[in-house]
């Protein structure tokens, strides 16, 4: 079992910043693919970013590429999420991955889940 509890989430201005946490108990979080979702109100839950475990890849969307940075840090046991340039459309609830399964852009691919954290950017 794997538990995840994210934090960071806020509201900021467009073109401002935020740095979301997520911190993981219960298993050797450095053998963990991780990942970050966020499900805007009334649309699907979308793919942000992933890094791999094994050789620290990462992996973005395009619609964040350039602005949003993955990164963990495996002695905190924490996963972080840098979010730069936010824009109106980046509000949604983000959500923590852990335990790669599949696909790393597919939701389902993930077997454990934190509670999520709202992001609200005003315009």
């Known amino acids: 079992q794997v538990q995840l509890v994210e934090s960071g989430g806020g509201l900021v201005q467009a073109g401002g910043s935020l740095r979301l946490s997520c911190a993981a108990s219960?298993?050797?979080?450095?053998?963990?693919?991780m990942g970050w979702f966020r499900q805007a109100l009334g649309k699907e839950r979308e793919f942000v970013a992933a890094i791999s475990w094994m050789n620290g890849r990462t992996y973005y969307a395009d619609s964040v590429k350039g602005r949003f940075t993955i990164s963990r840090d495996n002695a905190k046991n924490t996963l972080y999420l840098r979010m730069n340039s936010l824009k109106p459309e980046d509000t949604a609830v983000y959500y923590c991955?852990?335990?790669?399964?599949?696909?790393?852009?597919?939701?389902?691919?993930?077997?454990?889940w934190g509670q999520g954290t709202q992001v609200t950017v005003s315009s």
């Open positions: 219960g298993r050797t979080f450095s053998s963990l693919s």
């Open positions: 991955a852990a335990d790669l399964h599949g696909r790393y852009y597919d939701f389902e691919g993930y077997n454990y």
